[in-house]
């Protein structure tokens, strides 16, 4: 009986939920990646390489992780009595898609200015490094479904669970908007592996969270996510550069 009036007292303290949080998070993205492994397990995919050449199969692995991600999302969303609204998720409006091509531009100019500091400072550190996805030797016939991988299952679903779920939770903790924004940032960025990728997509979080602020609607930090996406889809596949 002490232990179970010691475990609610507990789980009333703030970085208890907000710990349990972030392990959520943790939990459904790594549902997500095991959703890819059996996926590629029922493809007979055993390697790295095998993988890189089969590009339709890579497409499909993420599509699936990004589906896997939104239906663990959507089953937490039910066990916790959490509407959609609450991850400011309502219906898009033309004023939200404005909000977020001006914060894709914000954020373009400074991630350019912050990585060209980082260069000076650290003249080895390569901020053009191209983020290897795996496709770029893909068949044409592939790109629409490919542009549908990369441009737009992840903006919703990332956006969903992270400046959706996760800094609304935080923010709801009463932990403040600067620490929600750096732990979600952090987390995001950490997610996307190589160095410049990772201080390119903790940049776009902070900008897309500092948007958040200005018009609160999910909608805004989809459009940008989906900007930075079709830009990275037109470099590698349309212009191939890099």
Do not use: C
């Amino acid at each position: 009986m002490l232990v179970l009036k010691k475990l609610s007292k507990l789980k009333e303290h703030r970085n208890f939920r907000v710990i349990s949080e972030i392990i959520i998070v943790g939990l459904i993205y790594i549902f997500g990646q095991i959703s890819v492994s059996i996926l590629l397990k029922g493809f007979s995919v055993d390697s790295e390489q095998e993988l890189l050449s089969r590009p339709g199969v890579l497409t499909s692995a993420y599509i699936v992780g990004g589906t896997a991600i939104l239906l663990a999302l959507a089953v937490i969303l039910k066990l916790t009595k959490t509407k959609l609204s609450e991850l400011k998720l309502g219906r898009p409006k033309l004023k939200d898609i404005g909000y977020g091509f001006l914060g894709f531009g914000a954020y373009f100019i400074i991630v350019r200015i912050l990585l060209a500091l980082i260069v000076l400072v650290f003249p080895s550190f390569n901020a053009d490094q191209a983020q290897n996805i795996g496709l770029q030797n893909a068949s044409s016939n592939l790109l629409p479904i490919i542009f549908f991988a990369l441009a737009v299952v992840p903006p919703i679903s990332e956006e969903l669970l992270f400046r959706g779920y996760l800094y609304n939770k935080l923010i709801k903790n009463k932990i403040s908007v600067l620490t929600s924004a750096l732990i979600v940032s952090v987390i995001f960025g950490a997610l996307h592996g190589q160095w410049n990728v990772a201080i390119d997509t903790f940049t776009l979080s902070m900008v897309m969270i500092y948007v958040l602020q200005l018009r609160p609607s999910l909608w805004a930090t989809i459009t940008m996510h989906f900007l930075k996406n079709s830009l990275a889809f037109l470099v590698l596949f349309i212009f191939r550069i890099g």
